[in-house]
Nanobody, 126 residues
Framework: QVQLVESGGGLVQAGGSLRLSCAASGRTFTIYVAAWFRQAPGKEREFVAATTRSGPTSYYADSVKGRFTISRDNAKNMVYLQMNDLKPEDTAVYYC???????????????????WGQGTQVTVSS
């Protein structure tokens, strides 16, 4: 099994930056795709970014392209999400997720991921 723990959330003003971290433990060698999702109150969980072990190749939601950067350090079993130029609409609980496989464009769908962290709150004030 894999365990994921997020950290780095907090309160920031619009235009500011935060870096989220996700620490993986357990059978980390099985992680092929690592991703970040977010969920705002009253909304469905939505895809933010993902990175594959090979390449690596990164994917981003249109709403965060050019502002967010996902990265991973396989040696340290860490995944990061650098968030710049934050906007109030970025306010949400951010979740780290992992999957042992990639199934094409399903990389953006929550059901593709079998392991989730507990989430970290990001609040952006205007």
């Amino acid at each position: 099994q894999v365990q994921l723990v997020e950290s780095g959330g907090g309160l920031v003003q619009a235009g500011g930056s935060l870096r989220l971290s996700c620490a993986a433990s357990g059978r980390t060698f099985t992680i092929y795709v690592a991703a970040w999702f977010r969920q705002a109150p009253g909304k469905e969980r939505e895809f933010v970014a993902a990175t594959t072990r090979s390449g690596p190749t990164s994917y981003y939601a249109d709403s965060v392209k050019g502002r967010f950067t996902i990265s991973r350090d396989n040696a340290k079993n860490m995944v990061y999400l650098q968030m710049n130029d934050l906007k109030p609409e970025d306010t949400a609980v951010y979740y780290c997720a992992s999957s042992p496989t990639q199934r094409g464009q399903l990389i953006t769908r929550p059901f593709m991921y079998d392991t989730w962290g507990q989430g970290t709150q990001v609040t952006v004030s205007s």
